[in-house]
């Protein structure tokens, strides 16, 4: 039993007398409950995000199992329960535009539960900032576990990184260097166990952005699904929970700027993905928590990469994880940390690192020897083309195109372009600048993964694999190229990117961090007198509740009523 003298919300529940008390403990004891599990012990919330239609995250109940072993061990009850699953693989439009409410699903049902702290398991992408958000908004207790990577993928002789290769290889397919049979082959390959994709994409990043915030324990982000490391870890996850809960250690005290800043910076050093940018804002909206687009750049602006991982580098999260994984990124790291931040272990990131040692200098590099040099991770431009800003992946971008201008190629509808790619006869050439709008959070709606679109045909055939491509959507974590995205103000609310046409030269200045539409403004009045707003694009149910509150990309695209949070105040009686 816990040894807490604080009271516990979940003894409003199975601590009551008369009607109430009996009838919350009554029809929980249909699941065979002794006794003595209502005698004021912390009750723990298992939220998983398990989903046979969510591939990386299929293996969720047996983790909770794990954890429900801690949890018992240390004095817990522990209650599992649903939390709307996302995947990535599967879900139409976007799992983006289901991520606030999952967000919104989890904060309704912790508060409206007997729980005193909660275990998040989460693995694909937006299940990992959809759960984080939700339950800072309610602020109890709070501990996350990633479900872990997949083992790496293989193709003939050869290790292959989930999503990279699935646009590296269409690619090569459509400039006929590579066959149907060739990407089937692949296609078998690449995902071979259970597990989140493991490239440094978006799912890998974010296991790795949480343990930089301190709400995973130590080494949790890196250590493959199947390794049953990860097993033990969920078992250290049971029985830390229930201390977190006696400590009263809620999130909000890990959640701190100091946490931002570290998570900020270990982004950059990982080659992390440009969607990490747009879930931290949400996330330190939740909070109340200062943190900017510009923080993104400025915090970074001295710090290297030094993992090198696809998809900027060659090595998979497997790889990672035997290097040493994410406590030897924080210890290379610690001139530039809050080291005596403590996280969910109870511990100070120093202490939770001091033991780290690195395996394998070829994947995790140093700050005297990186992988890649300062400056290489994610940037802020701004310019009358993006007056709120856009982001570029530095390490996932041509060299040659920092510095670029050239005329605009402009599709309305990632559909047209599609279509348009594969036309031999398309007037483009390398110095084009591929411009792709209504993509945003409210115009697609729900902010894609498309902006990094495809080559065309002709260049591909004449092997060009890069070009400028600019676009108010996101890209994926495992795609690359020389791709500006979060365009804001997005097209649809009336951003400058829609009134850009196509012949209109676009100027692009990494270095000054400018992005420029090179028109006169009397010309740019013009064609906003004429701009007419696109229709609603839907007229009931979550998508229109969505596409009227969301907020743009440099405000994390959460819903405007959601930023911020209730608490976890006990709610009124249901009898």
């Given at each position: 039993?816990?040894?807490?003298?604080?009271?516990?919300?979940?003894?409003?529940?199975?601590?009551?007398?008369?009607?109430?008390?009996?009838?919350?403990?009554?029809?929980?004891?249909?699941?065979?409950?002794?006794d003595?599990?209502?005698?004021?012990?912390?009750?723990?919330?298992?939220?998983?995000?398990?989903?046979?239609?969510?591939?990386?995250?299929?293996?969720?109940?047996?983790?909770?199992?794990?954890?429900?072993?801690?949890?018992?061990?240390?004095?817990?009850?522990?209650?599992?329960f649903?939390?709307?699953?996302?995947?990535?693989?599967?879900?139409?439009?976007?799992?983006?535009?289901?991520?606030?409410l999952?967000?919104?699903?989890l904060?309704?049902?912790v508060?409206a539960n007997?729980?005193?702290?909660?275990?998040?398991?989460?693995?694909c992408?937006?299940?990992?900032?959809?759960?984080?958000?939700?339950?800072?908004?309610?602020?109890?207790p709070?501990?996350?576990?990633?479900?872990g990577?997949?083992?790496?993928?293989?193709?003939?002789?050869?290790?292959?990184?989930?999503?990279?290769?699935?646009?590296?290889?269409?690619?090569?397919?459509?400039?006929?260097?590579?066959?149907?049979?060739?990407?089937?082959?692949a296609?078998?390959?690449?995902?071979?166990s259970?597990?989140?994709?493991?490239?440094?994409?978006?799912?890998?990043?974010?296991a790795?952005?949480?343990e930089?915030?301190?709400?995973?324990?130590?080494?949790?982000?890196?250590?493959?699904?199947?390794?049953?490391?990860?097993?033990?870890?969920?078992?250290?996850?049971?029985?830390?929970?229930?201390?977190?809960?006696?400590?009263?250690?809620?999130?909000?005290?890990?959640?701190?700027?100091?946490?931002?800043?570290?998570?900020v910076?270990?982004?950059?050093?990982?080659?992390?993905?440009t969607?990490?940018?747009?879930?931290?804002?949400?996330?330190?909206?939740?909070?109340?928590?200062?943190?900017?687009?510009?923080?993104?750049?400025?915090?970074?602006?001295?710090?290297?990469?030094?993992?090198?991982?696809?998809?900027?580098?060659?090595?998979?999260?497997?790889?990672?994880?035997?290097?040493?994984g994410?406590?030897?990124?924080?210890?290379?790291?610690?001139?530039l940390l809050?080291?005596?931040?403590?996280?969910?272990?109870?511990?100070?990131?120093?202490?939770?690192?001091?033991?780290?040692?690195?395996?394998?200098r070829?994947?995790?590099?140093?700050?005297?020897?990186?992988?890649?040099?300062?400056?290489?991770?994610?940037?802020?431009?701004?310019?009358?083309?993006?007056?709120?800003?856009?982001?570029?992946?530095?390490?996932?971008a041509?060299?040659?195109?920092?510095?670029?201008?050239?005329?605009?190629?402009?599709?309305?509808?990632?559909?047209?372009?599609?279509?348009?790619?594969d036309?031999?006869?398309?007037?483009?050439?390398?110095?084009?600048?591929?411009?792709?709008?209504?993509?945003?959070?409210?115009?697609?709606?729900?902010?894609?993964?498309?902006?990094?679109?495809?080559?065309?045909?002709?260049?591909?055939?004449?092997?060009?694999?890069?070009?400028?491509?600019?676009?108010?959507?996101?890209?994926?974590?495992?795609?690359?190229?020389?791709c500006?995205?979060?365009?804001?103000?997005?097209?649809?609310?009336?951003?400058?990117?829609?009134?850009?046409?196509?012949?209109?030269?676009?100027?692009?200045?990494?270095?000054?961090?400018r992005?420029?539409?090179?028109?006169?403004?009397t010309?740019?009045?013009?064609?906003?007198?004429?701009?007419?707003?696109?229709?609603?694009?839907?007229?009931?149910?979550?998508?229109?509740?969505?596409?009227?509150?969301v907020?743009?990309?440099?405000?994390?695209?959460?819903?405007?009523?959601?930023?911020?949070?209730?608490?976890?105040?006990?709610?009124r009686?249901?009898?």
């Amino acid at each position: 039993m816990s040894t807490t003298n604080r009271p516990l919300r979940s003894g409003q529940w199975f601590g009551a007398e008369g009607r109430n008390g009996f009838i919350h403990r009554s029809w929980m004891r249909n699941q065979g409950f002794a006794d003595d599990v209502f005698d004021g012990r912390p009750v723990i919330g298992i939220a998983t995000t398990w989903s046979e239609l969510t591939p990386c995250n299929a293996h969720l109940r047996d983790l909770a199992e794990s954890v429900k072993r801690g949890v018992w061990e240390s004095g817990g009850l522990p209650l599992e329960f649903p939390a709307m699953s996302l995947g990535e693989p599967l879900m139409r439009p976007t799992t983006m535009l289901y991520r606030n409410l999952l967000a919104m699903e989890l904060e309704e049902s912790v508060r409206a539960n007997p729980l005193d702290g909660v275990v998040l398991l989460s693995g694909c992408d937006k299940t990992t900032p959809g759960l984080l958000m939700g339950a800072a908004s309610v602020d109890l207790p709070t501990l996350m576990l990633t479900g872990g990577p997949m083992l790496n993928g293989k193709f003939r002789g050869q290790d292959i990184g989930s999503g990279t290769v699935v646009w590296r290889f269409t690619e090569e397919m459509r400039a006929g260097r590579m066959t149907a049979a060739d990407c089937s082959e692949a296609e078998v390959g690449m995902s071979r166990s259970r597990g989140h994709c493991m490239t440094m994409g978006t799912a890998s990043t974010m296991a790795c952005v949480t343990e930089a915030l301190g709400v995973q324990l130590p080494g949790a982000a890196a250590v493959p699904a199947v390794d049953s490391r990860r097993y033990a870890l969920a078992h250290a996850a049971g029985r830390r929970i229930v201390a977190m809960v006696e400590q009263d250690q809620r999130l909000s005290s890990v959640l701190t700027r100091q946490a931002f800043e570290n998570a900020v910076r270990v982004n950059a050093a990982i080659g992390g993905s440009t969607n990490a940018v747009v879930h931290l804002l949400a996330i330190a909206g939740r909070l109340g928590v200062p943190l900017s687009l510009e923080d993104f750049d400025t915090l970074t602006a001295d710090v290297p990469i030094l993992v090198n991982l696809m998809p900027s580098g060659k090595y998979l999260m497997e790889d990672f994880a035997y290097a040493g994984g994410l406590p030897v990124v924080m210890k290379e790291l610690a001139p530039l940390l809050h080291m005596d931040h403590v996280t969910v272990s109870g511990r100070s990131v120093a202490e939770n690192v001091d033991g780290a040692q690195c395996w394998n200098r070829d994947v995790i590099g140093t700050l005297g020897e990186p992988f890649q040099p300062a400056g290489s991770g994610t940037v802020v431009l701004r310019g009358s083309l993006a007056p709120s800003g856009a982001v570029l992946k530095v390490s996932a971008a041509s060299a040659q195109l920092l510095t670029h201008t050239g005329p605009a190629l402009v599709f309305d509808r990632i559909e047209e372009y599609v279509v348009a790619a594969d036309d031999p006869d398309l007037d483009v050439t390398p110095d084009t600048v591929i411009v792709v709008r209504n993509a945003g959070p409210r115009g697609y709606p729900g902010f894609p993964e498309v902006g990094n679109v495809p080559m065309p045909r002709r260049l591909l055939a004449d092997g060009i694999t890069d070009m400028v491509r600019i676009s108010d959507a996101r890209m994926s974590g495992t795609g690359y190229g020389t791709c500006i995205l979060h365009v804001a103000p997005e097209a649809s609310v009336g951003g400058p990117l829609a009134l850009v046409r196509t012949g209109d030269l676009i100027s692009v200045d990494v270095s000054t961090r400018r992005l420029e539409l090179l028109v006169d403004d009397t010309e740019l009045a013009e064609r906003r007198s004429a701009w007419q707003p696109p229709p609603p694009v839907a007229d009931r149910g979550w998508v229109r509740l969505y596409s009227e509150h969301v907020l743009q990309a440099d405000s994390g695209a959460d819903l405007d009523f959601l930023v911020g949070g209730s608490g976890s105040e006990v709610p009124r009686h249901s009898h």
